[in-house]
């Protein structure tokens, strides 16, 4: 690609004399010159019965195609904020292949100053352009926004949600005709809620015979502006009535407990933590953690998933500015095929433009002031304070033992070493590390040792990994770790310092050099691993109501965020944020799967 190219997701904008942006890639304009905000009113959410199709609903979801720029979403955000029903939830799904930049979107969006508080909502935490799902949300507003960045197709095959209500808003089928063919509009039936509304500004004939062939009944209605006729279009199925929220426990206090309390509390649910240490007794009690991606040269659903939670992560943390120790980490080539891994990687799409650098052996040496190997520079990696974003996400901790979790009255119970209760719930969440295979036995999880060193004193410039890592502290520096599979023993060892002190100097040599005869400082964790080294986020096989996020292995600082939203979706049947072929990568019935497909083979 030339310097002049643009990108495989640039929109390739232009803008008119008045004032209008239009797509290169389409030749079309993104909403109307007449009015764009009441062209959106007025098909849009007035075609889809909107504010009434929401009275007295607990959640609420509406699918966009065609993101554009997001004119109709702030439209939408603008009515929801002014008659949300109390407590509503409202869900957004969109789907954008060439996504505007926030500059942009700040100026097609200023021509309407009464949607200026929305906007400057939406601006401030405006979605990525890398290809994926990215989600953004508006608590404020009660509404979530995952917007996918790809192919419409490919969006809906990947979205598990179902919609209440569409904007059918891509580009005119004469210009875009992708966005209109049956297989489309048949996925938009799919992914449908029963009774759910559709509406768009075309009356084209393929497409009002595309919705009929899929279900729907759709009708002409007037048009707006100088556009004679749109279409509204319903399924003619009734909606049904929603469930009550459940009561949760979360077993863990750890990373992946925090963060499933953090997004229950976000749907309105105020879990019950047990933990028998309270936070961050376990593997998530360093003074520090790194928060960096698994760089996957092989861009398949593994690199799917640790880019967009890594990305997922970012934003969340930015939010607690409080746990944030610094920003920023290189990673250091430490073998002949990181060169060309590191390389495809930074030429792929998954990460946002810029995000990722590769830095010479000379760039290294200048940033760590030492030599080094050449490497990669990672701007958006987060030195986290685990103690502090526990203690905002986690909330009050109720102190036990759990022995068993077995069902009584048609629900899952927590119980003690004595068969006495400790908790009864609806979904009981389990996130206690390695531990999380006595209550999970199909599940095999692997124990890994792994002890970490720290002194008070000279840090690195930025933190570094290669073959160990060496991340600033909030006074000094934390480095190793060790790596014993099979070993659960959290005692600290003095042999296990040496080894992190010549794992450190092989490292930076000249930081070691400086902390030789220090004081050290050390702590013992278990990190839990799975047979194919990914994370297990979804229901526990043969277990009602009982779910599990574990076997985030040293990743997990990463991996929880996300993962936990996926999970918290899966029990309040609500849209997740992962796609679905990446939500197979982690689902606890996979292992059973992969045996039954091989046993019918």
Known sequence: MTPDAPSSTD?????????????????DVYFSSDDGLAESRAVFLAGCGLPDAWAGRRRFTVSELGFGTGLNIAALLDLWSKTRPPGGRLHIFSIEAFPVSREDAALALGRWPELSPIVALMLARWPRRARGFHRLDLPELGA?????????????????????????????PATNPGMWNQTVLDLVAARSAPGARAATFTVAGAVRRGLEEAGFTPEKRPGHGRKRERLEARLPSEPVAEPALPTVA???????GAALARAFRAEGIAPTVIDARGPGGGASGNPAGLVSPRLDAGMGPAARLYAQAFARAVDLYAAQPQAVIARGALQLETGPRDEGRFDAIVAGDLFETGALTRLTAADAAARLGEPAPAGLEISEAVLLEPAALLAAWTGPVTLATVAAIAPRDGRPALLDQSGALICLADVVCIAAGHAAAAFAPDLTLQPVRGQASWTVGPAPAIAVSGSGYAIPTRDGVLFGATFDRDNADETPLDADDARNLALLAQTLPGLAAKIAGRPLSSRAGVRAATRDRLPLAGAAPGR???????GLGSRGLCTAPLLAEHLVALALDAPSPLPVEVAAQVDPARFAERARRRGSS
């Open 250 to 256: 979360i077993l863990g206090a750890g990373i992946a």
């Open 144 to 172: 979530t926004l995952d917007l996918a960045v790809m192919e419409v197709e490919t969006a809906l095959s990947q979205w598990r949600g179902t919609a209440d209500a569409w904007f059918l808003d891509g580009f005119a």
């Open 544 to 550: 009602e109501g009982v779910f599990i996020l574990a």
């Open 11 to 27: 929109p390739v904008l232009q803008w008119s004399d008045d004032g209008l942006p239009r797509s290169g890639r389409f030749g």
